[in-house]
């Protein structure tokens, strides 16, 4: 049944009747709804048209999702049959054929947005650039005929290790124009990580940069990336960007500048069709084993999901400068950055460093600048924002802003209205959107203009998402009550295997309910029907919106000569939403020093990247364990987190280990 919107208005009345409640009642309590002038703009201005869509795309999914993808993309051969769906196997407009490049640039020209900046790009040291639909074409058009000469063919992983430039996404889209599937790698990850995944999937070739920007600093890329192809034999060409000037060692026959390679490229080129299922990228994310995952998405159900969420959820205008501060590196960057955006016809902003280089207010400073309608950023960076403190805010009109995003990771109804009131200023709704990148566009979320918002809720599912609320045994829990989040029906833009291991894809996500996908998160529904995420439900983190698997981080902390065992764990932090904790025993005869604490951190950095080191390790003489053998990572959370250890010990082995560890530092 739907909700009573009256109801869920805050009124003086109804906030006294919340005093007496519990404080998860009150805060349920609390709405905000859209103003009605943002209502009446609105791509879907009520409740009841929210409704009236929803039930028709998971009433009648197929004739929902044929329409959809008439009238939104660009086919060259239609598409026969909607959806093809053999759990946990999907596939979406079988029979069609289509160039998601092409959708997302030569549909525009000859239009009005034709000279509309596709992309506004600011560098970290203040550079800007400007790049039209019509020029955002020719780069990409140069592209792949660089990549056809090279031998660059349909199918071949094309890996990317760059830094939030308009490269990125020139050659994300020039990829997608060939048929080449690409991997974007975060700018972050060290050497190490970066051999894992060309070697994971035979990358052909590599793009990078001299460097990139970030807090004042060069990150150096390209050395980064020599050093990664010591050992990834797959890799037969580099092209680099020169963005920072640094010294690079070019390997002659290897590497080559991307300005020379483009030189006397023609800027026009025919973009082949592919089908509808064809591979477009792959994407790693952290599991519960050391090894990433190679999340594959295919072409066309993918972009139907990141076009479609796109201009619901940012109620998205032609006059709109859209700003996501997420790296391209994340599934946020691929879906909201690129594809979802640009298939849409709008202008996307794109910033290159760090939000407080040269000083915490550069984000309100840009949005000043550049008019930015639409901000899309994390509760970790809002928190960050916050702990600096309002005066850097409040020194910028932010008069330009009408809409407010929030990913990642749970948000605080603290941070949320601070979001709402400092930022927003009360008067832009905020999209607080769940998803994750298995799922590849967003899949809870109040669309604005037609739910109101509760801060701290992901709210209402977004068009054909069907989730629920379940117990261990997949039965639905009533409202209310927390369980684990499922999504009960296929969707177009979800993940059709792990690249190389549909094994692993299956047991991961269709396995604990069989044929259904399970998130890995925990959640509940309040008596409205809204959602509220809890977080990770297996070992997987969440630092800073980024996701970390502790058996990744213990994992490469085993590679390390003095370790002999280590088990990784979070605890909650302020900033970071969680920290990393490592529990370490060391080999026999060797001690426990400062140094040694420094070391583990420095090593974990090599072998993940600096966003994995532990915030903190402790040395323990032993882990707690199971009769069994396994570690009882419970028991390990609540000594991280300074908690007294409760619950069930009954199967520990050793009591003595914990006593022990509490006693550590
Ligand atoms: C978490 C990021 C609460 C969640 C797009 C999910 C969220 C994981 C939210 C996916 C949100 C993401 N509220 N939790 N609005 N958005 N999460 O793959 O635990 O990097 O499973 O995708 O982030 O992270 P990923």
Redesign the pocket.
């Known amino acids: 049944m739907a909700p009573d919107l009256r109801a869920l208005q805050t009124t003086p009345k109804a906030l006294n009747v919340t005093k007496k409640k519990t404080a998860s009642v009150t805060r349920e309590k609390q709405v905000f709804k859209p103003s009605a002038e943002f209502q009446r703009q609105a791509n879907l201005g009520s409740y009841a048209a929210y409704k009236k869509l929803y039930n028709e795309s998971v009433n009648i999914p197929e004739k929902f999702w044929e329409r959809q993808a008439k009238e939104l993309l660009v086919w060259r051969k239609p598409f026969k049959k909607v959806l093809q769906w053999d759990a946990p196997h999907a596939k979406w407009f079988t029979g069609g054929k289509l160039n998601v490049s092409e959708n997302c640039l030569d549909r525009h020209l000859g239009t009005a947005r034709e000279n509309k900046a596709a992309l506004i790009f600011e560098g970290e040291p203040g550079d800007v650039r400007t790049i039209t639909y019509k020029q955002l074409h020719f780069h990409v058009c140069r592209l792949a005929h660089i990549f056809e000469n090279m031998g660059i063919v349909a199918g071949d992983r094309v890996a990317l290790y760059l830094p939030m430039i308009p490269e990125a996404v020139i050659a994300m889209l020039a990829c997608a124009r060939v048929g080449a599937v690409h991997t974007v790698i975060f700018g972050g990850f060290s050497a190490e990580a970066i051999k894992d995944r060309l070697n994971d999937c035979k990358a052909k070739l590599v793009i990078t940069a001299d460097g990139g920007w970030r807090r004042g600093k060069v990150i150096e890329l390209k050395t980064n990336v020599d050093k990664a192809l010591n050992d990834a034999p797959s890799v037969q060409s580099v092209i680099v960007v020169k963005r920072t000037g640094t010294p690079v060692n070019m390997i002659e026959g290897r590497d080559m500048w991307w300005k020379e390679a483009w030189e006397g490229a023609p800027n026009k080129h025919d973009a082949k069709a592919f089908d509808s299922e064809h591979p477009l990228f792959i994407l790693y994310?952290s599991g519960s084993t050391g090894k990433p995952k190679g999340?594959l998405h295919t072409s066309a159900g993918y972009l139907l999901g990141a076009k479609l969420s796109s201009h619901y959820v940012f109620d998205l205008k032609e006059t709109d400068r859209y700003f996501c501060s997420?790296d391209i590196g994340?599934?946020?960057g691929h879906?909201y950055v690129v594809y979802g955006l640009l298939s849409n016809g709008s202008t996307v902003f794109l910033y290159e460093g760090a939000p407080n280089q040269p000083e915490p207010d550069r984000f309100w400073h840009m949005i000043d600048r550049h008019g930015i309608t639409i901000l899309y950023t994390a509760?970790t960076a809002i928190r960050a924002f916050m702990r600096w403190g309002d005066n850097y805010v409040l020194r910028h009109r932010l008069d330009s802003l009408r809409l407010l995003g929030?990913?990642?990771?749970?948000?605080s109804p603290e941070a949320w209205k601070w979001f709402h009131k400092l930022i927003g200023k009360g008067r832009c709704p905020i999209v607080?959107?769940?998803?994750?990148?298995?799922?590849g566009a967003?899949m809870?979320?109040p669309l604005p203009g037609s739910a109101p918002m509760k801060p701290g809720s992901?709210s209402l599912p977004f068009f054909g998402v069907v989730p629920k609320i379940v117990d261990e045994k997949g039965k639905e829990v009533p409202r209310g009550t927390e369980g684990k989040?499922i999504i009960a029906k296929p969707w177009p833009s979800m993940l059709r295997t792990l690249w190389g291991d549909d094994e692993r894809f299956a047991k991961t996500y269709f396995s604990d309910y069989p044929g259904i996908y399970f998130?890995?998160?925990g959640?509940k529904q309040d008596k409205d029907g809204y959602f509220w995420?809890?977080?990770?439900v297996d070992d997987?983190l969440?630092i800073s919106?980024?996701?970390i698997g502790t058996a990744e981080v213990e994992a490469a902390l085993a590679t390390h000569p003095a370790v002999a065992e280590a088990a990784a764990v979070g605890r909650p932090d302020e900033l970071k939403g969680q920290a990393l904790v490592v529990f370490v025993t060391l080999k026999t005869g060797l001690t426990s020093s400062d140094k040694l604490k420094d070391e583990l951190r420095a090593h974990v950095g090599r072998e993940i990247g600096a966003h994995a080191k532990p915030d903190t390790v402790r040395f323990a003489a032993g882990l707690p364990k199971t009769r069994s053998g396994k570690i009882m990572r419970r028991i390990l959370k609540e000594i991280a987190a300074g908690r007294e250890v409760k619950g069930d010990t009954s199967t520990l082995d050793d009591f003595s280990v914990i006593a022990a560890l509490q006693s550590e530092d």
């Open positions: 994310t999340v997420a994340w599934i946020t879906s509760p929030s990913v990642g990771e749970p948000i607080d959107t769940w998803w994750q990148t298995e799922t967003i809870i979320v992901a989040l998130t890995g998160d959640a995420i809890i977080g990770r997987v969440n919106g980024h996701r």
